[in-house]
């Protein structure tokens, strides 16, 4: 059977002739991996260039010291949330789109090779939007999976035009539940429970919406998983208001913003705390410093259900949006 090899693979391997650096190599070898047709003619090729990457991973792995690679994203803004999805979900798109990111948006598989974060600005605070290779039955990191389990939640990346949609989803599904990850709506107990999957609260995000093909998508979407999920329509490309993915990530995450005010001055209503629902006084005094939570006499609070100034207790749940002038 001939090959039939794509243009996308042949400037690929012309990358990798050229090439001289283990690490060049490696990835023009991956991406001629991710291109490559995938059918009986290719069979070879593709355990060609498997045994390939495995070698130079090796040899790489040994230079450095290191047992396999390392790859960490720090933590920023309110929460730290990650794209997750098949390859073309559009999740570079999104990054690209939403935050001043620059990423590599292209019309074949696995164009990101590492995480890419960049802020989205929502009202007066932020989310890290993390871009991420995409979950492939072929080649995966393990460090994807890693900054996936240690997320404070994902945006689950389907590409609602795909007329094999079933397929592209259950892929994710069974390839994340093999690596002890689970996707769970808002309602969901998040984090490790009594077996050891870790459960990541997320969004199913019904991307390329300006697709004519896409409104069935959506509609299957919204079938398979509400009202256990989430399901939201959107397009990268089409969109420019992002206002009600910034309010769905701010409710999936439990945000509440409480504003510390100086007596005798007003509360910066610009430069929130960040805290959950749920959390107290004590809670909020420990994010703006510890002093506070060790030597607090009393606190006054601004805010829904009380008289300007009200002195509260300890253990006073907050709400979003109250302001609090701490005393020691």
């Not at 994340?176 to 995000?205: C, F, M, T, W, Y």
């Not at 410093?289 to 601004?302: G, I, M, P, S, T």
Request: aromatic share 6%.
């Amino acid at each position: 059977m001939p090959a039939n090899l794509t243009p996308e693979y042949r400037a690929a391997e012309e990358e990798y002739r050229k090439a001289k650096d283990p690490a060049e190599k490696l990835a023009c070898l991956e991406k001629m991996l991710s291109v490559i047709p995938k059918h009986k003619g290719t069979d070879k090729m593709q355990g060609d260039l498997k045994r390939k990457i495995s070698r130079l991973k090796e040899g790489l792995q040994k230079k450095s010291g290191k047992k396999g690679f390392s790859v960490k994203v720090e933590r920023e803004g309110a929460a730290q949330v990650v794209l997750v999805g098949a390859a073309n979900s559009g999740k570079s798109a999104l990054v690209e789109a939403t935050t001043n990111a620059k990423t590599e948006v292209a019309d074949y598989p696995i164009s990101t090779r590492l995480p890419i974060p960049g802020m989205f600005q929502f009202e007066n605070l932020q989310f890290q939007l993390v871009d991420l290779p995409p979950v492939n039955r072929d080649y995966m990191e393990p460090w994807v999976t890693d900054i996936i389990r240690n997320a404070n939640c994902a945006l689950w990346m389907v590409d609602a035009g795909d007329r094999r949609i079933e397929k592209q989803v259950s892929e994710v599904i069974e390839l994340l539940e093999q690596r002890k990850i689970r996707l769970v709506g808002k309602d969901a107990p998040a984090g490790k429970g009594s077996d050891p999957v870790r459960n990541i609260r997320s969004i199913v995000v019904a991307t390329k919406m300006d697709v004519e093909e896409a409104a069935a998508g959506l509609a299957w979407l919204q079938k398979r998983f509400e009202p256990g999920i989430q399901v939201m329509g959107l397009s990268a490309m089409g969109d420019s208001d992002f206002t009600q993915l910034g309010r769905t990530l701010f409710d999936l995450n439990r945000i509440i913003r409480v504003f510390s005010k100086t007596p005798g001055k007003n509360a910066d209503k610009s430069h929130p705390h960040i805290l959950h629902r749920g959390d107290c006084l004590m809670d909020f005094a420990r994010v703006v410093h510890k002093d506070f939570a060790e030597n607090l006499r009393y606190a006054k609070a601004w805010g829904e259900g009380m008289f300007d100034g009200q002195r509260i207790q300890r253990d006073q749940e907050l709400l979003d949006g109250f302001v609090v002038e701490l005393h020691m």
